[in-house]
């Protein structure tokens, strides 16, 4: 059964940092896409950034990009979202997802497996 476990969340100031995790089992990252993703409040849910393993391809939405950086530690079946530089506009429900198989981006209908999600909250 795939499952995925997304940590990391918590209440930060503007101008901070987070590192959320997410770890992964019943499958491994070989051959598939791992993102994370994000709903604020009266908001839909957006691709924030996303890895392939199978060809390391990359994404990230402008709003985020310079500032978030993805990473994946296969041995460790867990995908990281390094966060600096956190505003207030960040703020939102984290979730990471994951997708066997090819690469078709960042756009959360392509992803199967959805983990619960972290809540990040950026104070002005």
């Known amino acids: 059964e795939v499952q995925l476990q997304a940590s990391g969340g918590g209440l930060v100031q503007a101008g901070g940092y987070l590192r959320l995790s997410c770890a992964a089992s019943?499958?491994?990252?070989?051959?598939?896409?791992i993102g994370w993703f994000r709903q604020a409040p009266g908001k839909e849910r957006e691709g924030v950034s996303c890895i392939s393993s199978r060809d390391g391809s990359l994404y990230y939405a402008d709003s985020v990009a310079g500032r978030f950086t993805i990473s994946s530690d296969n041995a460790r079946n867990t995908v990281y979202l390094q966060m600096n530089g956190l505003k207030p506009e960040d703020t939102a429900v984290y979730y990471c997802?994951?997708?066997?198989?090819?690469?078709?981006?960042?756009?959360?209908?392509?992803?199967?497996?959805w983990g619960q999600g972290t809540q990040v909250t950026v104070s002005s």
């Open positions: 019943g499958f491994t990252f070989d051959d598939y896409a």
């Open positions: 997802a994951a997708r066997r198989g090819s690469w078709y981006g960042c756009g959360p209908k392509w992803y199967d497996y």
